[in-house]
């Protein structure tokens, strides 16, 4: 017998986002997590009006918030919220924020929720984490040859070219694209231009990824309000809707190697509760820590066909004035990695997108915008994904 | 193919000595039940009792049915690789100075897909056997080996941080006077040891198989008495920055429990050469070999203990002989602790009744020298810390996993004859 609730998801209905926040990165940085998303949060002030006794709500993702959680940022921020999370789904956090401060919204269990995310990058603080990430890293893949991601993605990259063919030139031309989306960001890290010869070209790090494959670990924080559309109004704020969101997390564990994420389980879902397709959307940010990912992305979400990510990447422009906008800002491969901020980045920059925020980059006509989350890479694979499909206000 | 290894350089004395790093040691205490078996040269999963699915990495319970029935069994070796990369960069200092690495995704036949090592004549997507050792922090890791033995197999340089090849180390064999010894010593020139040094105590004494030990290759016989501290320390100072590999052969023996005794003499004479033997060679030795756990191809990498497997429950028979094994025996688990940080493996093989005179009234099986010495040079080539050798040896060993209270008891019962 199969148990299982067979009942419709409700919608979001009058759930908006607001305020989008980035609070510039820095390659290292010698402030604590604490100050980053201290910096978030006052961003938050600034950019919508609202003060400490506003927030009644706070969510907080953080690798290096220790010895502290949310709990303590509470007193340490001057909240004094009835409703508290901390999520710690790396790439995935910030869909995943989302989605619970809109059903604490829409419930009445909160009234404004503070979402935050950020880290900081000591000189020595990746290396650290690394260390100490998960159970089964430390037990199963971080004695083999401690390449971190770089080792874990390498694999799940050579497997998932061998299976659909997609090759380094596709892989190239994303990053390419994002490289000059990141050129008309202010805040990213990277400031030159990425040519594909010198993609091409580059140093290998673990075949077959290359150093232009990988994000740069770096210090940062992003953050944004959740509230009901009513309250937007009222402070006259900008927002985005949520048309639907997808979360999941351990997909296909079965599979020897990671070619596929758990949104394909639940793609179908995140459209039929969104009332669009994946041809209404205006702009997609992916969690992009490797190229690879991204194209899992593309088909899992069902932009292409599983084995079609090279022949629409072949097809396609992925800069914000191209034939598919796509991480607009640049991405975490070129913004930089602010641990879990750059599970917010893409979030926070569709938020902008949709909100007329956007400057240099700003994607012509905005309407719909997806956005895509992956995280944790446990032992060899990402355990959470997460989606959510977003609607300009009106 | 992997090329052969060649024979080290000399070393230059005025170049610093390479300091020991580590591949990362921390695991959790679920995990330390492979590394165990992995010690004994043993790939065990977690196969769950209830519904015989294997799960890795280390779960409390079966990912599947939930069962905390899970159980570490032998598993088969066979794998496919799937996928593998070549990393060549890490953010741990012991890998970064060995890039290139070669590290693959291996689906077992067993069920379970795992990270491992790989040895350099994988191929892509080959079938592989997985083989389970501990690295060189002492902690169990798997590699992946060609499904056939190829060429110069055992020089590859990822498996070589697993194992402990005497070929072109320089071994220190701790007593040539017996039979063991001197099979012992014969056995490191059979596999391909550069140097065989051979203590010898009171050497103005005669003893059979002199001129055959003198005779053989590399072998440099030198005075030894480790029941003499200043003889120990004399012969540290001459060759323990040279000692890449120590094989304790040195023992004393006599068959009686302690009511048997008059007096401490004989019990004494025993913890002399078990016990503070083994402690004098230590405290001489161990600094030097632990210093040196990473220099070269020609590094320490081996302490070699030979004791008799009544070290792990007293059999009254050889009552004080095996009070004083045990001794030995709790001494060579402080060995391996102060060892690791250095690389230097602390390898026990546990034996039963050897085939020498103070054992002479014992029934069969017994182990001979020749094969004890035999193992002692598969054991550093395979790179196992932990050999229970002999039937007899595998049963004590393996009533002692399943309950060592009850074994006390099945031991007190053995009488002699």
Redesign the interface.
């Known amino acids: 017998m199969s148990i299982g609730d067979k009942r419709q998801r409700q919608a979001y209905d009058g759930i908006v986002v607001a305020a989008p926040v980035s609070v510039p990165y820095e390659r290292y940085s010698p402030e604590p997590a604490h100050w980053w998303l201290a910096r978030a949060l006052s961003g938050l002030g600034s950019a919508s009006g609202v003060s400490p006794s506003d927030v009644d709500g706070l969510c907080v993702s953080s690798f290096t918030l220790f010895p502290d959680t949310a709990v303590g940022l509470t007193q340490h921020f001057g909240l004094t919220p009835r409703w508290l999370d901390h999520i710690p789904t790396g790439g995935a956090s910030g869909v995943i924020a989302l989605r619970k401060a809109a059903r604490a919204v829409q419930s009445g269990d909160a009234g404004i929720v503070a979402c935050i995310a950020g880290d900081t990058n000591h000189v020595d603080s990746?290396?650290a984490m690394?260390?100490?990430f998960s159970?089964?890293s430390?037990?199963?893949?971080?004695?083999?040859?401690?390449?971190?991601p770089?080792?874990s993605f390498?694999?799940?990259t050579?497997?998932y070219m061998?299976q659909y063919g997609v090759q380094k030139k596709h892989f190239g031309k994303l990053c390419v694209a994002q490289r000059s989306n990141a050129l008309h960001y202010p805040d990213a890290l990277m400031k030159t231009p990425l040519t594909m010869e010198q993609y091409m070209s580059a140093?290998?790090?673990?075949?077959?990824?290359v150093l232009f494959d990988c994000v740069m670990p770096c210090a940062g924080a992003e953050a944004f309000l959740v509230m009901h559309e009513d309250q937007a109004k009222d402070m006259k704020l900008p927002f985005a809707r949520i048309l639907s969101t997808i979360e999941r997390h351990n997909a296909y564990?079965d599979d020897?190697?990671q070619t596929r994420g758990g949104w394909s389980l639940d793609k179908d879902e995140l459209w039929e509760q969104s009332g669009v397709t994946p041809a209404d959307v205006s702009l997609l940010q992916t969690y992009d820590d490797y190229p690879v990912v991204i194209a899992m992305q593309f088909e899992d979400l069902g932009f292409c066909e599983k084995g079609d990510a090279g022949a629409f990447i072949a097809e396609h422009t992925f800069t914000f004035d191209g034939s598919f906008p796509h991480n607009t800002s640049g991405g975490q491969l070129s913004v930089g990695q602010a641990g879990a901020a750059g599970g917010y980045l893409g979030l926070v920059e569709a938020i902008r997108q949709l909100t007329g925020a956007a400057q240099q980059n700003a994607v012509a006509d905005a309407e719909i915008a997806a956005v895509s989350g992956f995280g944790m890479i446990n032992?060899?694979r990402g355990l959470c994904s997460a989606a959510a499909i977003l609607a300009r206000q009106e | 193919m992997v090329e052969p290894l060649k024979k080290p350089p000399k070393k230059n004395p005025q170049k610093r000595t390479v300091l020991p790093t580590l591949?990362?040691f921390?695991?959790?205490r679920?995990?330390l039940a492979f590394t165990a078996a992995a010690a004994e040269g043993r790939f065990v999963l977690q196969r769950c009792a209830d519904c015989e699915s294997v799960c890795?990495?280390?779960r409390e319970i079966c990912?599947k049915c939930w069962s905390p029935a899970l159980r570490w069994d032998d598993m088969p070796d066979g794998g496919q690789m799937?996928?593998?990369?070549?990393?060549?960069?890490?953010?741990?200092t012991?890998?970064r100075e060995r890039m290139p690495?070669r590290?693959?995704?291996v689906?077992l036949d067993a069920g379970p897909?795992?990270?491992?090592?790989i040895h350099g004549d994988v191929n892509e997507r080959s079938r592989v056997r997985v083989i389970a050792r501990t690295?060189k922090?002492g902690?169990g890791?798997m590699i992946a080996l060609p499904e056939k033995e190829t060429p110069n197999m055992a020089d590859d340089r990822q498996l070589r941080t697993l194992t402990c090849d005497p070929k072109f180390r320089r071994v220190l064999i701790t007593d040539g006077r017996t039979e063991l010894g001197q099979a012992a010593a014969k056995a490191m020139v059979d596999a391909g040891a550069s140097i065989i040094f051979v203590g010898i105590a009171e050497s103005w004494r005669p003893y059979p198989g002199k001129e055959a030990l003198g005779a053989l290759p590399g072998v440099e016989i030198l005075p030894l008495d480790i029941t003499d501290t200043i003889s120990v320390q004399e012969l540290a100072g001459e060759i323990g920055g040279k000692t890449d590999i120590l094989i304790n052969t040195a023992e004393h023996v006599r068959p009686g429990a302690s009511m048997e005794r008059d007096g401490v003499v004989t019990a004494r004479d025993e913890m002399e050469v078990n016990y503070f033997g083994l402690l004098r060679l230590i405290q001489a030795f161990g600094p030097g070999m632990r210093a040196r756990g990473a220099d070269g191809d020609n590094s320490a990498c081996a302490w070699v203990n030979l004791l008799s497997v009544y070290a792990l429950s007293n059999w009254s028979a050889y009552g004080t002989t095996s009070a004083s094994q045990a001794a030995a025996y709790s001494l060579s688990q402080c060995l391996r602790a102060e060892m690791a940080g250095s690389g230097v493996k602390v390898v026990n093989i546990l034996f039963g009744p050897l085939d020498e005179s103070w054992r002479q009234p014992l029934p069969p099986p017994k182990v001979t020298p020749e094969r004890l010495a035999r193992t002692v040079a598969e054991t550093l080539q395979q790179g196992i810390e932990t050999v229970a050798l002999g039937p007899v040896a595998e049963d004590v060993m393996r009533r002692f996993k399943e309950d060592p209270l009850v074994l006390e008891r099945e031991l007190s019962q053995i009488q002699l004859g």
């Open positions: 990746f290396r690394l260390t100490s159970r089964f430390q037990d199963a893949s971080y004695p083999y040859g401690s390449g971190g770089n080792g390498a694999l799940m050579q497997d061998h140093r290998q790090i673990a075949d077959p990824i564990p020897p190697v032992f060899d | 591949p990362p921390a695991r959790s679920r995990a890795y990495p280390a990912p799937i996928a593998e990369t070549t990393l060549r960069t890490s953010i741990n012991y890998f690495w590290i693959g995704t689906q897909s795992v990270l491992a090592h690295d922090s902690q890791v």
